[in-house]
């Protein structure tokens, strides 16, 4: 089988960059060879010092308006901030303005996002099934919206009384699931139209694939046609010691080796990052001056079966990045 051009897209960090300045480097990136953007629903950065935390609804909107490709939530939670409502609305809004072009990616929630409105903050087992329950009410709106007939749903942790959306494309969205276990991502190839996860230990994120893959055939699907999505993280500069300088300041969660989900304010994280050390990004995340490096990188994953892959540098020599990559990395990677 002939190769083909893989789908490396741009994340979007609005936990690090003004919007303004988020839309200029993904229509940046788009002009060298980066198809689609990704952007997380933050309220709060991760640190101080990466200083923003804009809506991510507002700015994949305008986005629409200035580029071309897709436009994905990389993800939200409709947990805790927000009822599944809610987030339903806006992803039926943004799919109707951008036909083709919105995927809708959902997760579980982390308490540096949600707890701002003052709500209990559950063990991940709740929360995990919170989420699944928001997407079967997310999916019953679609449904609702695209038949013309009211819904309703009472469940575990969510009421919803007899509605309909008003306003859909002609397609609903496709809805993906953030996982970061085996059990989730099986759960999610029975439940979702794919798969999203973040960049980590290779044979972990193999492992969620298979899950997700068998929880997908257990209910007569084939994997093979589902989405597989992956926001990988890295560092170039145009020194290795640039890099890392770059990945210790900018992006030190990168390199912290437990669960970040119960940490509820920047302050808190950026006490904890003090004890980061070059030797704590081995393994999690490619810290290199060589563009090949991260090539190799990034196709290892393509290899393993990811289908779109959107990339996050972690410095903010953005522009001389997408530059490089758009040159010396995207043409050489394959499908």
Same mark, same amino acid.
């Given at each position: ?125 709740? @929360?995990?099934?919170? !989420?699944? *329950?928001?997407?079967?009410? #997310?999916?019953?709106?679609? $449904?609702?919206?695209? %038949?013309? +007939? ?13 509605? @309909?959306?008003?306003? !859909?494309? *002609?397609?609903?969205?496709? #809805?993906?699931?953030?996982? $970061?276990?085996?059990? %989730?991502? +099986? ?149």
């Amino acid at each position: 089988m002939p190769s083909t051009q893989p789908h490396i897209g741009y994340a979007a960090m609005l936990e690090r960059f003004h919007p303004l300045e988020a839309m200029e480097l993904a229509a940046l990136a788009e002009k060298h060879g980066f198809r689609g953007v990704m952007a997380a629903d933050h309220f709060q950065p991760w640190v101080p010092a990466q200083g923003q935390a804009s809506f991510v609804w507002n700015v994949l909107s305008a986005l629409g308006q200035t580029t071309v490709g897709d436009l994905g939530t990389g993800v939200t939670a409709p947990t805790f901030r927000w009822h599944p409502a809610m987030v339903a609305q806006a992803s039926a809004t943004l799919a109707a303005m951008y036909p083709g072009r919105h995927w809708l990616g959902l997760g579980s929630g982390e308490a540096l996002n949600e707890h701002v409105v003052g709500g209990y903050w559950p063990e991940a087992p709740e @929360r995990i099934n919170r !989420m699944f *329950e928001a997407v079967e009410i #997310i999916k019953k709106l679609f $449904a609702s919206g695209l %038949a013309g +007939k009211d819904v309703r749903h009472s469940g575990q942790f969510y009421r919803l009384e007899s509605t @309909r959306l008003w306003t !859909m494309p *002609e397609q609903a969205p496709e #809805i993906l699931v953030a996982t $970061a276990g085996p059990v %989730a991502a +099986k759960r999610a190839g029975r439940t979702v139209d794919g798969l999203i996860t973040e960049g980590a230990a290779f044979e972990k994120v193999a492992l969620l694939l298979d899950r997700f893959a068998e929880g997908a055939r257990e209910i007569g699907r084939d994997p093979s046609t589902m989405a597989k999505v992956l926001r990988l993280h890295l560092s170039w500069a145009a020194t290795d010691e640039l890099a890392m300088s770059n990945a210790i300041t900018e992006w030190p969660n990168g390199a912290l080796r437990f669960s970040k989900s119960d940490i509820r304010s920047p302050y808190e994280l950026e006490q904890m990052a003090r004890m980061v050390t070059p030797a704590d990004f081995d393994g999690r995340m490619p810290v290199s001056a060589d563009p090949d490096v991260h090539r190799r990188h990034i196709q290892r994953y393509l290899d393993l079966g990811f289908d779109r892959i959107y990339l996050h540098n972690v410095g903010r020599n953005q522009r001389e990045w997408i530059e490089v990559f758009g040159r010396d990395v995207l043409p050489k990677l394959v499908r």
